[in-house]
């Protein structure tokens, strides 16, 4: 699945269109694409233009447990629950708590994902209203912050609110969005690499190897068993990446059997220090690929040379010829 492009806007907190600037100063910008299979509107609320580009990214983000239970400061008068979500609706009571307390708890009710930087999340807010939607709600909550909306359509249904990224007042400026996988869940990446589109499966792979390590070895290998060659490739990559051990057997396999000359080279030289080195790049000095058989040959001339220099006697200590005079 595809994120269409059709709709794509910033809106200020009062909701006037702010048009963008292009970004300046030679600054790199990202290209994205969310593999969520959905047409998205993104509103960030902040009063000035977006200027100069930064480097995208999601809010650095830490524990909040300990700042929250010291800023949060309960009043004796205060009954029931602070914050209620039912049927779409939001109603929030808070004096002096932390806006990062606030939001997750917002985030675990509602189930939408709210990403907000330690800066922006250790600030103390007092709120106070009765049953708003959802994101009026939100945008009440984050009036004084710089906060990205961002609104997906599904295969079915209308648009809604699927994630917000929340940065201090003026810190959200030229902040570029950034691929789906960068700030999806573990859960949300494992459901991803059932997608329909390959290079949707192929970015959550790598982004799975990366983040849990050794321990994405389960999935690294599934995707190893995908149709498609991108897929292939991208598990591969990102295990080595990461330090994923792949068994000897199945890389051996890979350089015998893939279709893909790029899985193929890159199981190679996984295999170059293994015990199998020689027998598999026998095979692969034959390949059809040209890099293959060069990876091949390089590991061949390396395993020769150390095989000589073992073959070579040691002369016994106190032989040493005298220099000639």
Same mark, same amino acid.
């Given at each position: 699945?595809?994120?269409?492009?059709?709709?794509?806007?910033?809106?200020?907190?009062?909701?006037?269109?702010?048009?963008?600037?292009?970004?300046?100063?030679?600054?790199?910008?990202?290209?994205?694409?969310?593999?969520?299979?959905?047409?998205?509107?993104?509103?960030?609320?902040?009063?000035?233009?977006?200027?100069?580009?930064?480097?995208?990214?999601?809010?650095?983000?830490?524990?909040?447990?300990?700042?929250?239970?010291?800023?949060?400061?309960?009043?004796?008068?205060?009954? *029931?629950? +602070?914050?209620?979500?039912?049927?779409? @609706?939001?109603?929030?009571? $808070?004096?002096?708590?932390? !806006?990062?307390? /606030?939001?997750?708890?917002?985030?675990?009710?509602?189930?939408?994902?709210?990403?907000?930087?330690?800066?922006?999340?250790?600030?103390?807010?007092?709120?106070?209203?009765?049953?708003?939607?959802?994101?009026?709600?939100?945008?009440?909550?984050?009036?004084?912050?710089?906060?990205?909306?961002?609104?997906?359509?599904?295969?079915?249904?209308?648009?809604?609110?699927?994630?917000?990224?929340?940065?201090?007042?003026?810190?959200?400026?030229?902040?570029?969005?950034?691929?789906?996988?960068?700030?999806?869940?573990?859960?949300?990446?494992?459901?991803?690499?059932?997608?329909?589109?390959?290079?949707?499966? *192929?970015? +959550?792979?790598?982004?799975?190897?990366? @983040?849990?390590?050794?321990? $994405?070895?389960?999935?690294? !290998?599934?995707? /190893?068993?995908?149709?498609?060659?991108?897929?292939?490739?991208?598990?591969?990559?990102?295990?080595?990446?990461?330090?994923?051990?792949?068994?000897?057997?199945?890389?051996?396999?890979?350089?015998?059997?893939?279709?893909?000359?790029?899985?193929?080279?890159?199981?190679?030289?996984?295999?170059?220090?293994?015990?199998?080195?020689?027998?598999?790049?026998?095979?692969?000095?034959?390949?059809?690929?040209?890099?293959?058989?060069?990876?091949?040959?390089?590991?061949?001339?390396?395993?020769?040379?150390?095989?000589?220099?073992?073959?070579?006697?040691?002369?016994?200590?106190?032989?040493?010829?005298?220099?000639?005079?």
């Amino acid at each position: 699945m595809r994120i269409g492009t059709r709709r794509l806007a910033w809106r200020g907190i009062d909701g006037n269109q702010i048009i963008p600037r292009p970004l300046r100063g030679g600054a790199k910008v990202q290209r994205f694409s969310l593999a969520l299979g959905v047409t998205c509107l993104l509103s960030i609320s902040t009063s000035a233009a977006i200027g100069p580009g930064q480097q995208a990214g999601p809010p650095a983000t830490s524990s909040r447990a300990t700042a929250d239970s010291a800023a949060r400061t309960s009043n004796s008068a205060d009954t *029931g629950p +602070a914050v209620i979500f039912k049927d779409g @609706r939001l109603s929030v009571r $808070a004096r002096n708590r932390s !806006l990062g307390g /606030l939001t997750d708890e917002i985030s675990t009710k509602a189930g939408i994902p709210i990403v907000i930087s330690e800066e922006a999340g250790s600030q103390l807010i007092s709120v106070n209203f009765q049953n708003l939607p959802l994101d009026e709600g939100l945008r009440q909550i984050l009036s004084k912050q710089d906060a990205f909306f961002f609104y997906g359509v599904d295969e079915q249904g209308p648009s809604s609110l699927k994630v917000i990224w929340v940065y201090p007042k003026g810190q959200g400026r030229g902040i570029t969005p950034v691929p789906a996988e960068k700030w999806a869940s573990t859960k949300d990446l494992e459901t991803m690499l059932k997608d329909k589109d390959p290079k949707a499966r *192929g970015r +959550a792979i790598e982004t799975l190897a990366e @983040r849990k390590g050794a321990a $994405a070895l389960e999935e690294v !290998l599934k995707s /190893l068993q995908d149709s498609d060659d991108g897929v292939r490739t991208q598990a591969l990559f990102g295990a080595v990446k990461a330090g994923v051990e792949i068994p000897d057997g199945i890389l051996s396999n890979l350089v015998v059997n893939d279709p893909s000359p790029d899985v193929r080279l890159l199981a190679l030289q996984g295999l170059a220090n293994g015990p199998d080195a020689r027998v598999v790049a026998e095979h692969a000095i034959d390949d059809t690929s040209e890099p293959v058989r060069v990876e091949a040959q390089e590991i061949l001339r390396r395993l020769d040379e150390e095989s000589k220099q073992s073959e070579q006697p040691s002369q016994p200590p106190g032989d040493e010829q005298p220099p000639n005079q």
